[in-house]
Structure formats: C-alpha cells, structure tokens
C-alpha cells in the first residue's frame, strides 16, 4: 500500500460544478496537509497548506482534513475552465525529524465550458 | 523575484552522453530540491540541499546521478551517463523550510534516445 494514494483520473465536470478531490494517507503521523496545483508543462505551485485536522478557505477553495479518516479533500467551488490541471496532495510529519513530504501522484482535474 | 529558474527547458540526448541540469533557487530560500516526475512513479525526490550542503541523496536511483550546490544561488544535476529510462521531467524546488512550501521551477523535459 503506497503510503499516499490519489485517484488519477481524469475526472471531467461542467462550468460551474463543486469539484471534491481526495487523497488517503496511511501514516497516521502526517501532521502538515498540502496541495499543489500543476498546469500542464509547468511545475506544481502550492495552493492550500493546513495543519492537523479542519477547514481552511481560501476564495473557492476549501481544503479539509479529517486526521481520524486519513483522508484529506479539496472543494472548489464554482468551478472554471482556468481550474482546468492536474491536483496533488502532500503531507508530511515532524516526527522522526523528516519533514520533508510526501506527495500524491496527482488527479486530473478538466473543467469544461 | 523571478521565481525558481531552471534551464534547459527541453532536453533530447542520446544514450550514453553526459546530461547536466541547471536550476537558480530564489534567493533567501536555504532548501534546494530536486525532483523527477514520471507518469508511472509521480513526484520522486532526488535530493536536497540546506546551506549548499546535501542532506539526503538516498532518493538518487544510482551512480550515474550527481548533484552539486556550489554557492546559494546556483545548482546542477548530473547524470552520466544518460539511459532511456532516465527521461522523465526534472523539477528544482526551493524553500524556506523543509516542511512542504515549496516553491518549483518549470521543469527540464528530459528525453534520452
């Protein structure tokens, strides 16, 4: 079992939808929740970055984390065709003096006119 | 700030020649990392700097693969010599701390024939 799985897709949605994107994780020491989003031929920028369980907003974006699960989400709201890339979810852990994330292999995300 | 400038974007070699990979951190950034993305393995951490000294190579798949940081502002990845299965995009990120906000060049497409 990879220790962070994220479904590839791609998943495809209308102009307008409520996307959820997800990721599980299998160390229960994560601490630090992170996604990025990556353009087609660019590096992955950082989008949301929370710590421990909750919400976090950001204009349309809603990063969540439910720690009990292992699983962690990212809404967009209203979606729009410029929303249109690949997502990948990180995490990563102070415990064992690493730090240094782990990341997901991306799901495609297509948002259509 | 220009961001993480990597160079060259594209790269098409032919086996058994010498590849070498340029990326300028932002300056004030003390991590420097190198990453390769695959479709197949995702995002793999190569290796990472702090204060120009490496840290962690153990990401670094063999022998053929160097890097160096010689100064704060300037970092080379090294493959020699270059094999077919090492073509995949080659990502330099930098950051403040270690912990996740990482901040990434655009990438080298590296192709070896």
């Known amino acids: 079992q990879k220790e962070v799985e994220q479904d590839p897709g791609p998943l495809s949605v209308p102009e307008g939808a409520i996307v959820s994107l997800n990721c599980t994780y299998s160390?229960?020491?994560?601490?630090?929740f992170m996604w990025y989003r990556q353009y087609s031929r660019k590096g992955p920028e950082l989008l949301m970055y929370?710590?421990?369980?909750g919400n976090k907003e950001d204009g349309r974006f809603t990063a969540q984390v439910d720690k009990s699960s292992k699983y962690i989400s990212l809404f967009i709201r209203d979606s729009q065709p410029s929303d249109s890339a690949t997502y990948l979810c990180?995490?990563?852990?102070?415990?064992?003096?690493?730090?240094?994330?782990?990341f997901g292999r991306g799901t495609s995300l297509i948002v259509h006119p | 700030d220009a961001g993480v400038i990597q160079s060259p974007r594209h790269e098409v070699t032919e086996m058994g020649q010498e590849v070498t990979l340029r990326c300028k951190p932002i300056?004030?950034?003390?991590?420097l990392f190198w990453y390769r993305q695959t479709m197949m393995r995702g995002l793999e951490l190569l290796i990472y700097f702090n204060n120009n000294v490496p840290i962690d190579d153990s990401g670094m798949p063999e022998d053929r693969f160097s890097a160096k940081m010689p100064n704060a502002s300037f970092s080379t990845l090294k493959i020699q010599p270059s094999e077919p299965r090492d073509s995949a995009v080659y990502f330099c990120a930098s950051s403040i701390d270690r912990g996740g906000g990482y901040t990434f060049g655009s990438g080298t497409r590296l192709t070896v024939v």
């Open positions: 990180a995490m990563s852990t102070t415990s064992g003096g690493s730090y240094i994330p782990t």
């Open positions: 160390n229960s020491a994560f601490q630090y």
């Open positions: 300056s004030g950034h003390d991590y």
């Open positions: 929370t710590y421990s369980s």
